[in-house]
């Protein structure tokens, strides 16, 4: 107990402050990032809203890369991180600090990186699946880019005994980084997806809802996946997995 307390005193903040990243998904994109650098070894990125977003270890860094207009990059396994800073000087001691890491932890890092993908299958209306799958507007690059940083994403469909259903693959790929990577980030990545769609208004859907028509023949309230889309027509469907909807409103014929 001892040795555990005497380690959490000499972990501390070797490094702190302001960098912008750029995106994976958009690479014209930088998006501002608030960083600690552990003595440990860890950078820590957080977003405007103090939510951490990515923990790397830079133990397992292949390289750190000085590059220009205040640029640099950290070469991992499997995905290149480039960052700028506010100016020069503050680049280079950037640098200086992860050089540090990387010298001190050559040739000690032994770990088998035996962790297993933390995945996540997010179930989507077939509709909404068909939105995202040709990209209507961008959606599909809006909802990846949102998450870029704590995991990617992958459309899915497969059939159960009655149908077939939709889905989105939700795989934390901190993991290819960092060996001790927090579990609880997968869940950061579900509930900006979650958020993305709460939000109703992507692609060409201005908005989804669920509710009940009075069909006059039947004498009867029968339940509908309705979506409202940008060329203003509405659509119902009778099952949040068909792809073909039951009943259109095209409301251009109404206002003509």
């Known amino acids: 107990e001892e040795e555990e307390e005497e380690e959490e005193e000499e972990r501390k903040i070797q490094k702190q402050g302001f960098v912008k990243k750029k995106g994976e ?27 951490l977003l990515n923990v790397i270890d830079i133990s397992l860094s292949q390289h750190i ?39 001190f932890y050559s040739n ?25 799958k040709e990209n209507k507007e961008g959606c599909w690059d809006d909802l990846r880019e949102q998450v870029e940083d704590m995991a990617v994403l992958e459309l899915i469909e ?20 960092n060996i001790n990577a927090p579990v609880f980030d997968i869940n950061g990545a579900i509930e900006m997806t979650k958020e993305f769609f709460a939000r109703g208004c992507f692609g060409s859907i201005v908005i989804r809802s669920h509710l009940s028509l009075h069909l006059m023949h039947k004498q009867q309230w029968i339940p509908y996946l309705v979506i409202m889309r940008t060329q203003n027509v509405l659509e119902c469907y009778a099952n949040v997995n068909h792809i073909d909807p039951v009943v259109t409103f095209d409301f251009n014929q109404l206002i003509q």
């Open 158 to 177: 497969f059939n159960t005994e009655n149908e077939k259903k939709y889905g989105i693959r939700i795989v934390a790929i901190q993991y290819w980084w």
């Open 25 to 51: 998904i958009r690479g014209d994109i930088w998006k501002e990032r608030y960083v600690e650098l552990w003595t440990d070894g860890n950078w820590c990125e957080y977003n405007e809203k103090g939510i």
């Open 65 to 103: 890369c000085a590059l220009c207009d205040c640029q640099f990059s950290i070469v991992m396994p499997g995905r290149v991180f480039s960052f700028v800073a506010n100016t020069q000087s503050e680049r280079d001691h950037w640098i200086a600090c992860l050089h540090l890491h990387l010298q």
């Open 108 to 132: 000690e890092n032994d770990n088998d990186n035996d962790n297993d993908n933390n995945e996540y299958e997010y179930p989507i209306e077939a509709a909404v699946y068909m939105e995202l």
